[in-house]
Nanobody, 121 residues
């Protein structure tokens, strides 16, 4: 059974950094996309960043460009999201998601349970 487990959330001060990790297990194949999404209280879920194993292409929401970096370790089936210069508006539950046999931008099949990131002084 495919599972996605997020870790690394927590409380951080504005301007600080945090790294989220997503560990994927229970599947085979080397063509997929893994993305990070977030949902703030009272708001809709939004895409943050995504990386595809096909060519290693990445994309980012405009709101996080230049601050967040997504990276992957295919051998370990893990994807990290390095978040720098965090702002209070980055506060949200962050979810890892995976789409099998597709690049980024074509939907996700599986979702993790999420990890809470709170940016506050």
């Amino acid at each position: 059974q495919l599972q996605l487990v997020e870790s690394g959330g927590g409380l951080v001060q504005p301007g600080g950094s945090l790294t989220l990790s997503c560990a994927a297990s229970g599947f085979t194949g080397d063509y997929y996309a893994i993305g990070w999404f977030r949902q703030a209280p009272g708001k809709e879920r939004e895409g943050v960043s995504c990386i595809s194993t096909s060519g290693g292409s990445t994309n980012y929401a405009d709101s996080v460009k230049g601050r967040f970096t997504i990276s992957r370790d295919n051998a370990k089936n893990t994807v990290d999201l390095q978040m720098n210069s965090l702002k209070p508006e980055d506060t949200a539950v962050y979810y890892c998601a995976l789409g099998l046999k597709r690049p980024c931008g074509y939907g996700m099949d599986y979702w993790g349970k999420g990890t809470l990131v709170t940016v506050s002084s």
